[in-house]
């Protein structure tokens, strides 16, 4: 059982874990907590496989709270993401370059990951 002093380190925790996950994918981890005027992104990452962008959205949830992690996405936390990926690709110069929204929900059972899912092009901005 991990021993996290607040919730920003535990989520600090999942995304690290998550980003190992998308590495053994295939995936080249940019950047994680990427901070911008209209909020963060919690890993930015390049899909080798398909040469691509992806924006990653990490949500973990206790599986005994009977909440699933994807729930936590709604259209308000998805436009925010979409106003940071605006703003990341503006200010890092990203052109002609496609991009994806993916969402991943790490399943927790007393702090430990049971399960970690992942929705490829979870949402699309406007």
């Known amino acids: 059982m991990n021993n996290f002093e ?74 925010t993401i979409i106003r940071a990926a605006q703003e990341y690709m503006m200010m890092h110069r990203v052109e002609d370059t496609y991009i994806r929204f993916d969402v991943v929900g790490v399943i927790i059972d007393d702090d430990v990951i049971e399960k970690i899912e992942v929705i490829q092009d979870a949402f699309q901005a406007g």
């Open 6 to 79: 607040n919730k920003r380190d535990k989520g600090e925790f999942y995304e690290e874990k998550v980003a190992e996950y998308l590495r053994k994918k295939g995936y080249n981890i940019v950047e994680q907590n990427y901070h911008s005027h209209f909020g963060e992104i919690d890993i930015i990452a390049e899909d080798r496989a398909k040469p691509l962008l992806v924006f990653v959205e990490v949500k973990a949830r206790e599986k005994s709270k009977g909440v699933h992690p994807f729930e936590a996405v709604d259209i308000r936390k998805q436009q």
